[in-house]
């Protein structure tokens, strides 16, 4: 029976733990006061817990360093991972992007899942237990140093701390500092899947305000770096939402450089032919109205005043006098309403940080440091990440139970230049 212990009571945390506990003793330390305060408010509460896409899909959606997760994805898989939930009490259902969630739509059905599996396994938790080092002797991992200075003694140690987003849950970058001086590189991070801030005034008049069924493209110059089609969302700064947040996975580097131009086409269903037929329907069928009140039909309360602003069109006019041409340029509104994005939101608004413990010093399939026996890193401590949709918490579920299982098994690792 070896003694084993995990820095962090997350999603890879605590999937590590339940893996490595049979005929193990092993210890959760959490710095916090309950386990999985981030999974809480994952999902705005409803945990997307993975996704039920295919394995291809899966990797596909993945970020940075795609090839180290084809073991951990395939030793525990999505279907794995909504089996063991739904085998702990939590029933799951599947929504629009094949993103899955708990039935109840209730992220503490999550956790109470993996609590109980915790006390099934006869794991030890201790909270408000801030780790402050990782111990070290002759090129092993043999334990750690609470910031009560006491020190505990084990056999293994996994590092499953997180990144830096969302720091109000415990997420300060613990990990990179146990990393470093344990010798690992550590890439520098960066906050991931977060809104962007946007220059133009009136996206305040539009706070709140969420837009379904849109296309989203970002351009550098005439350059498309993204376009998607789905959700998204005006703030008091800027946008958010899945297509912000997706967009901004692909686009950051560069938006970190310069301004990007985003557009956003409001009616992507229909070509601007069909959109200007349309158009004069509206306008026959209330010729004598003034264009305000027309422009009302096509687009939600608090979207149509900043629409016949941009127009161009004197909103007291009436529609049966609007021109070809004053009606050419509303349709290219619609179909190309342009916003100027001016850089990203900060960590505490991001759901991810991109950059991590680089991969080329772990072995991939068991999450053991190369340079010190029996230390172990999961999650998001790690260099990779992917787009929203449940994806990254199904990295967090596979490398925690690479890890956890590897030393369940007691398998000897191979030396290895992978």
Partial sequence: MKKILVIGGGAA??????????????HIYEKNERLGKKLYITGKGRCNL???CD????LEAVCTNRKFLYSAFYGCTNTDVVNFFEAHGCKTKTERGQRVFPVSDKSA????????????????IHFSAQVKEVLVSDGAAVGIYLADGSQINGDAVIVATGGRSYPSTGSTGDGYLFAKACGHTVTEQYPSLVPFNVKEAFVKELQGLSLKNVMLSVYDGKKRLYEDFGEMMFTHFGVTGPLVLTASAVVQKKLRQ???????????????EQLDARLLREFEEGKNKQFKNVAGNLFPAKLTPVMVQLSGILPEKKVNEISRAERSFFIQQIKHLQLTATGLR?????????????VKEIYPATMESKLVRGLYFAGEVLDVDALTGGFNLQIAWSTGYA???HLADNVVQPESKD
């Fill in 13 to 26: 945390g605590m999937f590590a733990a339940i893996a490595a506990a049979p005929g193990n003793e092993v």
């Fill in 50 to 52: 993975t996704n039920a």
């Fill in 55 to 58: 394995m291809e899909e899966l």
């Fill in 109 to 124: 059905d999550v956790i109470d899942a993996l609590k109980h599996a915790l006390r099934d396994a006869g794991v030890h």
């Fill in 258 to 272: 310069k301004e990007l131009k985003l557009v956003i086409d409001l009616k992507p269903a229909l070509s601007e």
């Fill in 346 to 358: 900060d960590y505490n608004e991001a759901v991810i940080t991109k950059g991590g413990v680089a």
């Fill in 403 to 405: 890890a956890g299982a």
